[in-house]
Antibody
Framework: EVQLAESGGGLVQPGGSLRLSCAAS????????MTWVRQAPGKGLEWVAN????????FYVDSVKGRFTISRDNGKNSVYLQMNSLTAEDTALYFC?????????????WGQGTLVTVSS | QSALTQPPSASGSLGQSVTISCTGS?????????VSWYQHHRGKAPKLIIF???KRPSGVPARFSGSKSGNTASLTVSGLQAEDEAVYYC????????????FGGGTTLTVL
């Protein structure tokens, strides 16, 4: 059974940093793209960043470029999101998801999310 | 503001059918057949229910179907059941050389 478990969320002040983690199990982790998607309070979903199977390619939504860094450790079956220079607009529930193997476009499996609140 | 436009709410009685629309542009829905739909029950992990416009992942009931015409995609849920009450999000690939995916704002489906 595919399982994704996010952690690391919490309350952080504007300008601060936070590192999210996502522990994966139930599949061969190093053969899938992984992604982060977020949902701001009362809003829809927003794709944030993704990373290739071997970590050699990454993509980001424009609003987080230069502030967020996605990475992975295939030895630990984990993907991370380092978030710096946080603003109130980054307040959201952050989901980790696994891409499909065929197109690497769809988000085939998701975790339940970890909440990030940016406030003073 | 979400890139794709969905109605905020939809409803139908048990056993009936309901269709949820998702309007994008010639840069996303109209440009690619990479439209997907996700079902999200509050507090749970979102679930992929439709991909490639109309295909269903293994285990998703045939009651869920998808279609597309021009810049608008649609999700139809037939034979509504109580457990179908959830928020539904459409999504479309929107990237070219770089990866980009657009989501709709979500539609809350209420089963009466």
């Amino acid at each position: 059974e595919v399982q994704l478990a996010e952690s690391g969320g919490g309350l952080v002040q504007p300008g601060g940093s936070l590192r999210l983690s996502c522990a994966a199990s139930g599949f061969t982790f190093n053969t899938y793209w992984m992604t982060w998607v977020r949902q701001a309070p009362g809003k829809g979903l927003e794709w944030v960043a993704n990373i290739k199977e071997d970590g050699s390619r990454t993509f980001y939504v424009d609003s987080v470029k230069g502030r967020f860094t996605i990475s992975r450790d295939n030895g630990k079956n984990s993907v991370y999101l380092q978030m710096n220079s946080l603003t109130a607009e980054d307040t959201a529930l952050y989901f980790c998801a696994r891409h499909d193997v065929d197109t690497a476009i769809y988000f085939e499996y998701w975790g339940q999310g970890t909440l990030v609140t940016v406030s003073s | 503001q979400s890139a794709l436009t969905q109605p905020p709410s939809a409803s139908g009685s048990l056993g009936q059918s309901v269709t949820i629309s998702c309007t994008g542009s010639s840069s996303d829905v109209g440009a690619y057949d990479y439209v997907s739909w996700y079902q999200h029950h509050r507090g749970k992990a979102p679930k992929l229910i439709i991909f490639d416009v109309y295909k269903r992942p293994s285990g998703v009931p045939a009651r869920f179907s998808g279609s597309k015409s021009g810049n608008t995609a649609s999700l139809t849920v037939s034979g509504l059941q109580a457990e179908d009450e959830a928020v539904y999000y459409c999504s479309s690939y929107a990237g070219g050389y770089d990866f980009d995916v657009a989501f709709g704002g979500g539609t809350t489906l209420t089963v009466l």
